[in-house]
């Protein structure tokens, strides 16, 4: 798969792709950053905090955010611990939203 240039890759249930150790997004993830366009479909792109959001952000745009820790200073709030660095909080809502809404489009239901 990976000799294959596609023009265009959609991934469904893209937020099971946000744990980048897990061997699904080591998978998926280079097909979907090689392809020429990428779409990736959820109905639950973050289920409870920005960083699940960062490799789906990767599958689009890997040059928006090249790496995790600016983005997760950014927008996860982390902070450092005796354990390491903690990225479960969020920061800066609304300017992620923006972000978000130059390549993201959501739909609501009624």
Do not use: W
Not at 14 to 20: R, W
Not at 69 to 87: E, V
Not at 94 to 104: C, G
């Amino acid at each position: 798969f990976n000799r294959i240039q596609y023009q265009v890759v959609i991934a469904d249930e893209s937020h099971f792709l946000k744990n980048p150790q897990a061997k699904r997004t080591q998978s998926v993830l280079p097909l979907l950053q090689k392809a020429k366009r990428a779409i990736l479909l959820t109905g639950t792109p973050a289920l409870s905090r920005p960083k699940e959001l960062f490799t789906q952000i990767q599958a689009i745009n890997p040059n928006l955010f090249p790496k995790f820790f600016p983005f997760a200073s950014r927008y996860c709030d982390a902070t450092q611990n005796r354990f390491g660095l903690d990225c479960n909080g969020s920061s800066n809502l609304k300017e992620l939203h923006v972000v978000l809404s130059s390549f993201m489009i959501r739909r609501m239901k009624k």
